[in-house]
């Protein structure tokens, strides 16, 4: 009978200091950006860290929202930056642990936790990407962004976006992880 | 139509924003371009392989509450800005100090060099000798300048990853002093090796 309140206004509501608003728009988001964390970390304890900071983040900078845009796309703005941080963060943490570059290879054990098959194929296939190629076939095929909205969240011009995600379309067409999950 | 112009053409193709006459060129070029057709299976294939994702729920938490962070008169927003103005005046007062004690300012004694360059107010001239020394003092000026941009920024990263870095302690309920000395030697050579970088969010 009623329609579920627009983003915007649950975000006006929220800066107003309702927490009903506000649990509504982690609720209708925080699904969506677990999963985008589980893609591109690799593993479901980092996914739920980095989903936090997400929200921590969105929950820092909502007053600066000025409802002129999709809220989706602003808040996987904040969601692309604090991935890139935590990423960031996690490699020079690896490094005490006499470890180069990513903790999660594509080839260790701790996708395994994906829940089904196709998840955990499509997880190594991604993780095997560079950050920057992974960002784009993300917010392109899972968070269906044009490519002028992925150019504004990863402060890059639409060509530069396209040419990374064909990059990544040249890498992911040999993986044979890939074509499993099909 | 190249390869080159195809490809970019490829994504719009998929996703059915392209011109009619556009789709028409693409069309013939991919009749004719075994490469690009490939490309184009590839580009489907990956679309249609997202569809086959899974999503899983997520984890329960504890999201942040209305109000604990919303306010913009708390101590935590002024912390930062604090400590960067501090840092600054500090930072500001060790780079002047040599020039006070080397070179007494020319003119008017009783202006000091850190009121001259941080007001930029004008720099009295009175003898041919001063304009060597206002020469050097403005090109330190300048420097000054450049580097109190740098700093600024350097602080306001800072301040960022500090914040981060201890949100991380917290979430994580950190035990143990290795894990504690590893996130201070992490924070101590962030700001040791820090070089200025794009301002972030």
């Given at each position: 009978m009623f329609g579920e309140a627009p983003d915007n206004k649950l975000v006006a509501r929220a800066l107003a200091g309702s927490n009903s608003a506000w649990n509504k728009l982690i609720k209708r988001?925080?699904?969506?950006?677990?999963?985008?964390?589980?893609?591109?970390?690799?593993?479901?304890?980092?996914?739920?860290?980095?989903?936090?900071?997400?929200?921590?983040?969105?929950?820092?900078?909502l007053p600066?929202?000025?409802?002129?845009?999709?809220?989706?796309?602003?808040?996987?703005?904040?969601?692309?930056?604090?991935?890139?941080?935590?990423?960031?963060?996690?490699?020079?943490?690896s490094s005490f642990d006499e470890a180069d570059g990513d903790r999660i290879s594509p080839n260790e054990p701790a996708l395994e936790a994906m829940a089904t098959h196709a998840n955990e194929q499509i997880s190594r296939a991604l993780l095997d990407l560079p950050v920057e190629q992974r960002h784009v076939?993300?917010?392109?095929?899972?968070?269906?962004?044009?490519?002028?909205?992925?150019?504004?969240?990863?402060?890059?011009?639409?060509?530069?976006?396209?040419?990374?995600?064909?990059?990544?379309?040249?890498?992911?067409?040999?993986?044979?992880?890939?074509?499993?999950?099909? | 139509m190249r390869c080159e112009d195809a490809r970019f053409r490829l994504f719009d193709y998929v996703d059915h924003t392209l011109a009619d006459r556009e789709r028409a060129d693409l069309d013939e070029h991919l009749d004719t371009c075994s490469s690009c057709r490939s490309d184009l299976e590839s580009?489907?294939?990956?679309?249609?392989?997202?569809?086959?994702?899974?999503?899983?729920?997520?984890?329960?938490?504890?999201p942040p509450r209305v109000g604990s962070g919303f306010d913009s008169s708390g101590l935590q927003q002024w912390f930062p800005s604090l400590a960067s103005a501090l840092a600054l005046i500090l930072v500001a007062g060790l780079y002047l100090q040599p020039a006070q004690t080397g070179l007494p300012?020319?003119?008017?004694?009783?202006?000091?060099?850190?009121?001259?360059?941080?007001?930029?107010?004008?720099?009295?001239?009175?003898?041919?000798a001063d304009a060597l020394l206002i020469s050097n003092r403005l090109e330190r000026q300048r420097e000054l300048q450049a580097l109190v941009q740098l700093l600024r920024t350097e602080m306001d990263r800072r301040n960022e990853e500090t914040e981060e870095s201890l949100r991380?302690?917290?979430a994580h309920q950190l035990q143990g002093q290795q894990?504690?000395?590893?996130?201070?030697?992490?924070?101590r050579k962030v700001s040791l090796d820090a070089t200025p970088v794009q301002e972030q969010m």
């Open positions: 988001y925080e699904r969506r950006v677990y999963n985008y964390a589980l893609r591109m970390v690799g593993n479901p304890d980092d996914a739920q860290d980095m989903m936090q900071e997400v929200f921590m983040g969105v929950h820092r900078n600066g929202y000025r409802g002129d845009g999709v809220f989706a796309a602003w808040l996987f703005r904040i969601a692309a930056f604090r991935c890139t941080d935590f990423l960031r963060r996690r490699r020079f943490h076939v993300e917010l392109k095929f899972f968070q269906h962004f044009t490519f002028e909205d992925i150019a504004n969240q990863l402060g890059i011009s639409p060509n530069t976006a396209k040419t990374r995600l064909y990059a990544a379309l040249k890498k992911l067409k040999s993986h044979e992880e890939l074509r499993d999950a099909m | 580009l489907s294939d990956l679309s249609l392989q997202a569809k086959v994702w899974h999503d899983l729920p997520a984890p329960r938490w504890q300012a020319p003119g008017n004694s009783s202006q000091t060099m850190a009121g001259t360059q941080l007001t930029g107010n004008t720099i009295p001239v009175s003898t041919s991380y302690v917290i894990e504690i000395d590893d996130l201070y030697q992490y924070i």
